[in-house]
């Protein structure tokens, strides 16, 4: 078995029944956005192309990985004397691995499991050996043999690797000649080595502007919850048990807009990789003419007028005990961004986007990229819950 250190710690747990001694309650990292559209696919393609892959319902769906949108990055060292590695990060996927761009150079803390691991993100993808090495975060917080997927070929990626941080169970089948053995996850390895006080991640987005945030564009947090970052309490909601969307971090919500409900209460998921909103056709058709949108076919966006605008109102998301409200502007897609999404300089986009599918099918909901930056979400591996909070971007105007 790999990842020594993290199963011996599970195993000192169930023996004696004390936890390990917690050195930090909390671990940060800057997160980096990269923000990018190519001219050969606008952002309702890229989405779709992740869509399609949520909606495979089987024991390893494809996730796509896009350099395309907006991307969160953050630094680690591996090994000893340490390598700095650039790493995307994505809430669908739970591998980490390096190799794309910068070489994994092995050093003494480094061992081959000689397992071969791989994973395929529809359109790119990863064969390689998973190794175990040493994993610093924030240049003090280091896991030992922490499992590495070390890329001997890869596709599709222009950044060094990806740390994955949704649920361990996403690992399975990625261990080629073992697909039913998991993977500990960067979460899991954190929390049994005793370096962090809770199995948590942490995510705190800013909304995304053509200027430069002078105070960082983002934070990934692993253990306690940062209180700097949210407001009021954390409303906690259980990871639904509809199958289709269990799989990933998925919820049970409704959504209302004004005072009308457009979404009864259903499952589906939450996920930073999606750039766009996306329910049911349903809930989609109901929102379209509550808000008097026009499809404009260049975008493939909803479109409304100054005045549409103006009379736009709250969108609401009920979610476990709490109610988290898109403003209305909030619902539209950043004026100064119009021309990365070939839009018209001045027009209002809507960020609410039609899965072409009714309700009922497991997966009627994505909150994608557009929600995420204006709340605090917690994903809690250990419990099994998602939690979420307002922060000072809940209701600014930047759009």
């Not at 259903?266 to 929102?287: E, K, N, P, R």
């Not at 591996?381 to 979420?388: K, P």
Request: glycine content about 8%.
């Amino acid at each position: 078995m790999f990842s020594v250190a993290c199963l011996l710690t599970l195993l000192a747990l169930s023996i004696t029944g004390s936890p390990v001694s917690v050195r930090n309650s909390r671990i940060t990292l800057p997160m980096t956005r990269r923000l990018k559209f190519s001219n050969s696919t606008n952002l309702v393609q890229q989405d779709e192309a992740r869509v399609a892959a949520f909606m495979e319902y089987g024991t390893h769906a494809r996730i796509p990985i896009e350099n395309d949108g907006f991307n969160y990055m953050v630094s680690v060292d591996i090994g000893d004397p340490p390598t700095t590695y650039e790493l995307l990060v994505d809430s669908g996927s739970a591998n980490t691995w390096v190799g794309a761009d910068t070489k994994y150079k092995p050093t003494d803390t480094s061992f081959n499991t000689e397992k071969r691991v791989g994973e395929t993100y529809n359109s790119a993808s990863f064969e390689g050996i998973l190794w175990t090495d040493t994993f610093t975060l924030a240049d003090e917080f280091t896991i030992t043999e922490m499992p590495i997927g070390v890329a001997s070929e890869s596709k599709g990626i222009v950044d060094d690797g990806i740390l994955g941080i949704a649920p361990t169970r996403l690992t399975l089948s990625t261990l080629r000649d073992s697909p039913e053995e998991p993977i500990p996850t960067v979460t899991d390895c954190l929390y049994k080595q005793g370096i962090i006080s809770r199995p948590l991640v942490g995510m705190f987005i800013q909304p995304a502007t053509t200027d430069t945030n002078d105070d960082g564009d983002g934070e990934l947090s692993f253990g306690e919850p940062n209180p700097a970052m949210y407001i009021g309490n954390i409303a906690y909601t259980r990871i639904t048990a509809t199958p289709r969307s269990a799989r990933y971090w998925g919820i049970d919500q409704r959504i209302t807009y004004g005072t009308t409900e457009i979404l009864s209460f259903t499952a589906g998921i939450v996920d930073s990789g999606c750039s766009l909103l996306w329910i049911v056709s349903d809930a989609y058709d109901s929102y379209k003419a509550a808000t008097g949108a026009e499809l404009d076919p260049e975008t493939r966006l909803l479109t409304v007028t100054l005045e549409q605008y103006d009379a736009l109102r709250p969108l609401v998301f009920h979610i476990g005990g709490g109610t988290f409200s898109l403003s209305p502007n909030a619902q539209i897609w950043p004026r100064s961004l119009n021309s990365l999404v070939n839009g018209v300089d001045g027009a209002i986009y809507l960020v609410v986007q039609s899965l072409d599918r009714h309700l009922g099918s497991g997966l009627d909901f994505i909150n994608g990229y557009v929600f995420h930056e204006r709340f605090y979400i917690i994903l809690d591996t250990d419990e099994s819950l998602v939690g979420f909070a307002d922060t000072r971007f809940t209701d600014v105007t930047t759009n």
